[in-house]
Nanobody, 118 residues
């Protein structure tokens, strides 16, 4: 059973920073491409960043240079360091598998709310 538990969100002023964590279980974490997604009110869920099993990273243009994704295969955890936050970063953030295999459908966690005030 796949479990994805996100944490670390909160309310922050524009320009601030947050670090999100996602603890996983029920998967062979080390072989999976892992990603962070976000969904803002009234919008579709979008992929923000992903990291391959060997550490290659990808970022959406909207967060490039501000967000950093990382992983700890020994802890089955993926992180998202967010800096220079903007109000448009406000969303619920989720982690899940990324890349060609796509997310583990039916296994989305509860997400963690990030709210950036102007």
């Amino acid at each position: 059973q796949v479990q994805l538990v996100e944490s670390g969100g909160g309310l922050v002023q524009a320009g601030g920073s947050l670090r999100l964590s996602c603890a996983t279980s029920g998967i062979v974490f080390s072989i999976n491409v892992m990603g962070w997604y976000r969904q803002a009110p009234g919008k579709q869920r979008e992929l923000v960043a992903y990291i391959t099993r060997i550490g290659t990273t990808f970022y959406a243009n909207s967060v490039k240079g501000r967000f950093t994704i990382s992983r700890d295969n020994s802890e089955n955890t993926v992180y998202l360091q967010m800096r220079s936050l903007k109000p448009e970063d406000t969303a619920v953030y989720y982690c899940n598998r990324a890349g060609g295999a796509g997310p583990f459908e039916g296994s989305w966690g509860q997400g963690t709310q990030v709210t950036v005030s102007s």
